[in-house]
């Protein structure tokens, strides 16, 4: 990448394991588009509304490209490890589908 990743906690603490994780997972993300400019990954543990019951995540992922930006945000989900494997899933999709659109276009 062009650009340092940057990892972003809100409203909890920083993890030095999780940022790890966070980490690994971008650098396979860049084996499917070795064109990854930068990426910024947001954990965020939203505050509870009257249909949460207990702690939340939610993981944003924002992406540059060649050509544009590619940004997932996922809903809030009651384990992290959950939000950031379907964070990670729907980025790596995505960024499949953008590196077969240049190819093809």
Same mark, same amino acid.
């Given at each position: 990448m ?43 543990? *939203?505050?509870?509304? *009257?249909n ?23 809903? *809030?989900?009651? #384990?992290?490890?959950?939000a950031?494997? #379907? ?12 590196a #077969? ?5």
């Amino acid at each position: 990448m062009q650009q340092p990743l940057q990892v972003t906690f809100h409203n909890l603490p920083h993890s030095d394991a999780l940022e790890e994780e966070i980490r690994a997972r971008v650098a396979k993300l860049e084996l499917v588009h070795d064109r990854l400019h930068g990426c910024r990954v947001v954990v965020d543990s *939203p505050h509870r509304t *009257p249909n949460a019951r207990g702690k939340t995540y939610a993981v944003r992922i924002e992406m540059q490209v060649p050509g544009g930006e590619i940004v997932v945000s996922r809903e *809030p989900v009651g #384990e992290w490890r959950l939000a950031l494997n #379907e964070a990670f899933d729907v980025a790596k999709r995505r960024l499949r589908e953008h590196a #077969e659109r240049q190819r093809a276009g």
